[in-house]
């Protein structure tokens, strides 16, 4: 079985004025629909979320498990 990429980061909250997840910047209505969309129909979706993410409310206080970890391996690099 095959990895299915995901732009998750774990902060899983919706921004109520915009319909965002405040961590990966899918609506609702993407996130469930999400293993069953092609890559390219993904890749779409992802190719949108860092505008998507400019307008959400707020950011996540704390540090994402996906951050710290991508923190901790270039540390080592």
Known sequence: MTAIESPCVLVCSIDVKTGFCFGCGRTR????????????TRRSVMAE???RL???ERR???ETRRTRIARERDAFS
């Open 54 to 56: 400019e307008t959400v």
């Open 29 to 40: 209505e993407e996130i469930g629909a999400w293993i069953e969309m092609t890559p390219e």
């Open 60 to 62: 996540p206080r704390r």
């Open 49 to 51: 979320l860092p505008a």
